[in-house]
């Protein structure tokens, strides 16, 4: 195996690292045939590799990656995305504009959520909210229930935002015009310009980063080499024909080069990359040493009053989970019953007595940055008019109406639960 150099450019420090990985299998198996050699002396073969400091990384052959990639785009790219087609479902031609709000509600729903999942939440949104005004005028209850079990729900409110910063005005054409929108990145940002204007802007999302650490052998994880990315990105666009590129740049990611099983004989760009060539392209792109993810236990009360109602409480709307409800309870201290974490939890957020009752479900949830296990009680409810100590607002409602709120996708089986234990309650009556 050896690793390609650009013809003309002298070797980088990214593609030096992946000489040294590669050295070793050459030491045994010798230059493979047809391999092109680097042009710069201490490159060539037999190696004396020397590593110099890093240069900005231009893709001489770009030309011909672009070439190979949208070849291979034309047969096998994800050409079915509704939102990157016409009204009637055809293919827009070079250069035609589209409408950029539906890709615009589509890439924040691709923020972090994989396309296919993503793909029946914009079809509901697009039919409660087909345009920018009716986003602008719903209720924030409306739009979080719309895009309840998505995950990461300030993206939804900061839909929201933009749709009323943006209503009665004309669509931004630049990078600073969608930048000026809450939740919209400089990937998020290009890729909306390139797809609805076709206009020649870069993207680095995460199987772009992925795609490119591994074509160049990267020797650091893409959140400390962003700006080396960013250049990659930049320097392989087909000016010509963004859209496109950047489609397939995204389906190659999504669909060839994937994160744990990459299927490298089916890639355009086998024969120009350096993971590839050094036989190891699941170790891009490099990691950080990993942290410890924290497991925390949460003491949750299923409170009902005598009237059969139970008692939940919205968050506020900073965080995470900002805005959704869920039923009141908070952090096992160290050393404590779950029961008593129930019980000072709801005094301390609610201002309420309860009796706390009979374990409903435990609840395990992860999420990227810590493990939850949710312990779950019902509770009987006895005194103090609960307050929003700690939430925008608590409530008492039916338990048949709990689907009508936001909830968190762990609270789905609390839920569920809830509901099943009055069946059977009644069942047994
Ligand atoms: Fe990814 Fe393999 Fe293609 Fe390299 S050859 S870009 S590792 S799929």
Partial sequence: MFVLAPVGQALDAERCFSSRVVLLVLAVHGRPQGARSCPQRSHRWPFRVRLHPVAPLTIADAPELRQL???WWQQHGRQAIPWKLRPDGSQPADGEPLDPYPIWIAEIMLQQTQLQVALPYWQRWMAVFPGVAALAAASEHEVLLLWQGLGYYSRA???QQGARQLVGQPWPRDLAGWLALPGVGRSTAGSILSSAFDRPFAILDGNVKR???RLV???KPPARDASRLWQHSEGLLDRGRPRAFNQALMDLGATVCTPRQPRCPECPWQRHCAAYAAGTPTAYPVKDTPREIPFQ???????LNASGQVLIDQRLNEGLLGGLWEFPGGKQEPGEAITDTITRELREELAIE??????????DHAYSHKKLRFDVHLCRWISGEPQPLASQQVRWVEPAELQSYPFPAANARIIAALLQTEQSSAEAA
């Fill in 217 to 219: 052998a990267s020797p």
């Fill in 69 to 71: 990639l949208l070849a």
């Fill in 297 to 303: 236990v949460i003491g949750v009360g299923v409170v």
């Fill in 211 to 213: 795609v490119l650490t």
């Fill in 157 to 159: 409110r900061r839909l």
């Fill in 354 to 363: 309860v009796a706390v009752g009979e374990q409903l479900i435990v609840v």
